[in-house]
């Protein structure tokens, strides 16, 4: 299974991630993957102005328990299916989950570089991702002959890939993305036959 891009952030009604939590323990995926931009921190979207009112402190703590609520909210169903297990003693659910981190996670990094002052005081730690195999922004991860990345890159500028077609074509093997709104697909056959799918699904 996985999660597009959920962009948490504060005054938002995540019961749509229980949901799918739900759906989660219905289906008991094997791998749930986690494609990024989970936290929106909208507080350092516009960070390259260091000092701004955008960095008060309060509003990134905010950011980060919208990231708190929110994965609290997709993760409840299997807590309290496993917690049921246990009782009865019986099998619990423990996927591989898979979070490959977002350019909107990336802004923590990002604001650190542009201020030294912020080293130690904030950092991706923060996210409550504890519970998550957690690969940095941009790092492809491979899973039963799948790539996964937030967004795959070409060219010198190392600009995101924006079609499924033109995945399949840079990258020549099945991916599946996210960033971008919407959802894509395309499909395209290896030499040997094999078939090959792409996948850019930016929204939740």
């Not at 990134?60 to 997709?74: F, P």
């Not at 924006?162 to 959802?183: D, P």
Request: proline share 4%; hydrophobic share 40%.
């Amino acid at each position: 299974l996985v999660l597009p891009d959920v962009q948490a952030k504060p005054n938002t009604d995540f019961s749509f991630l229980t949901s799918i939590g739900n759906y989660i323990i219905a289906k008991k995926p094997d791998v749930i993957v986690n494609i990024g931009d989970f936290a929106d921190m909208p507080s350092l979207s516009m960070h390259e102005h260091a000092g701004t009112k955008s960095m008060e402190g309060k509003r990134y703590k905010e950011d980060i328990w919208a990231a708190r609520y929110a994965m609290d909210a997709l993760l409840e169903p299997i807590y309290a299916f496993n917690k049921k297990a246990i009782k009865n003693k019986e099998r619990q659910y423990k996927p591989r989950m898979v979070l490959t981190l977002g350019n909107h996670e990336h802004r923590i990094n990002r604001a650190i570089n542009n201020d030294k002052k912020l080293d130690g005081m904030i950092s991706v730690d923060d996210l409550p991702y504890q519970d998550w195999e957690v690969h940095p922004f941009l790092e492809v991860v491979v899973i039963e002959g799948i790539a996964f990345s937030h967004y795959f890159t070409s060219g010198l500028m190392d600009r995101p890939i924006t079609t499924a077609q033109a995945l399949l074509n840079k990258q020549h093997m099945s991916c599946v993305a996210g960033h971008q709104q919407g959802r894509q697909i395309a499909f395209g056959k290896r030499a040997d036959g094999k078939v090959m799918t792409a996948l850019i699904i930016g929204s939740c």
